[in-house]
């Protein structure tokens, strides 16, 4: 088990990593554009400068449900332009989520165009040897927890799952007991502090400066056999621009403790 950070591309991004014993970073594309795949020889070069590689690529807030046929194929083909682009720079696994169908829909109906759509993603990933996953985000994809996960992992038993623990605490779920019940099916995890006040969400510090167990979440992949890599996320206001080198290192450091 390896920890690492999403990383904004910089070259001292990769500097800090290095000189920091970080050995791998991710990145993750909006729903805007893929403007990633434009850096593929940089990236290439930054990573066998610096030592480092890349866990996942990751692409949210994409509707693969989208009423528009157009759109639904342009989000199709740039999930797959990004399988690729994962090729390239040596990313095992591609994250994205489900789209968001209609407010109408059934959950099996939701499901249904879903399976096909990951589906297809996952066949393609297979010819060139990329994984696919989930992610339990909200962002785009109406598959965040187990109700969607029961019908479409059951049907795509190839399909991992991004977890990230902060989104299962702020919706007032038993993160815990959700990895107890999908752990299995995780392939990669991101480190996102969470931290309520007086009920509300206040603002998302590094781990150790929040309210998630994370030695228990740790204990909970090591009983599942995970061995694949947790990435910190900075999220904070407070833990970006000037200290987000910083807050990388002390939620390194909380999380390195409990990796046996």
């Known amino acids: 088990m390896r920890v ?3 990383t904004n591309l910089s070259e001292d991004d ?7 014993d970080i050995p ?3 990145y993750n594309c909006g729903p805007a554009n893929i403007d990633i795949v434009q850096q593929s020889r940089r990236l290439q070069i930054l990573c066998a400068r610096y030592g480092i590689d890349f866990s996942i690529i990751g692409l949210f807030g994409r509707d693969f449900l989208a009423k528009d046929a157009k759109e639904r194929t342009r989000h199709m083909d740039d999930a797959k332009r990004l399988i690729d682009f994962c090729t390239e720079i040596g990313a095992p696994i591609l994250v994205t989520g489900a789209g968001m169908g209609g407010e109408r829909e059934s959950l099996k109906t939701k499901c249904k165009k879903a399976v096909a759509n990951l589906g297809e993603l996952i066949d393609y990933g297979k010819s060139v040897g990329i994984r696919v996953a989930l992610y339990n985000c909200h962002w785009g994809s109406f598959a965040f927890a187990p109700d969607s996960w029961e019908i479409i992992l059951d049907q795509l038993p190839d399909l991992g799952i991004k977890y990230d623990p902060s989104h299962t605490f702020y919706d007032d779920r038993d993160y815990l007991a959700e990895l107890r019940d999908w752990g299995s ?8 502090g969470g931290l309520l006040i007086g009920g509300e969400r206040f603002e998302d510090p590094p781990a150790g400066l929040d309210q998630i167990q994370w030695g228990s979440v740790v204990a909970v992949l090591v009983h599942h056999g995970y ?3 947790i990435n910190i996320e900075p999220h904070s206001r407070t833990w970006l621009g000037e200290r987000r080198h910083a807050g990388i ?3 390194r450091r909380h999380i390195a403790q409990f990796i046996p």
């Open 4 to 6: 690492g950070f999403i």
């Open 185 to 192: 099916r995780v392939t990669h995890v991101h480190a996102k």
């Open 24 to 26: 791998c970073v991710e």
């Open 227 to 229: 061995d694949a890599d």
């Open 249 to 251: 290192l002390l939620a």
């Open 14 to 20: 990769f500097r800090f990593a290095r000189d920091n």
